[in-house]
């Protein structure tokens, strides 16, 4: 398993914290898409989050999540 920045294992989710400033060039939005690839090819779903949503909106952020790990989402 490569280093993610969150993983419910049992759950075989990975979240990953996005933020603009680490994520706005090329190389780095298409390793992140092979990251997830590699990811699912292991059976692992990845859950992108972005900076502006967590601040925007954490607590959707932190239903979703929920919701996802009850099964109510994938």
Request: glycine fraction near 8%; avoid cysteine.
């Amino acid at each position: 398993m490569r280093e993610v920045d969150a993983l419910y294992r049992e759950a075989r989710l990975i979240i990953e914290l996005d933020s603009w400033r680490h994520h706005s060039d090329r190389d780095s939005f298409e390793r992140d898409r092979a990251k997830d690839a590699a990811a699912l090819a292991d059976g692992f779903r990845t859950l992108r989050s972005t900076h502006r949503r967590l601040s925007a909106g954490g607590e959707q952020e932190a239903a979703t999540i929920r919701a996802i790990l009850a099964g109510g989402a994938g």
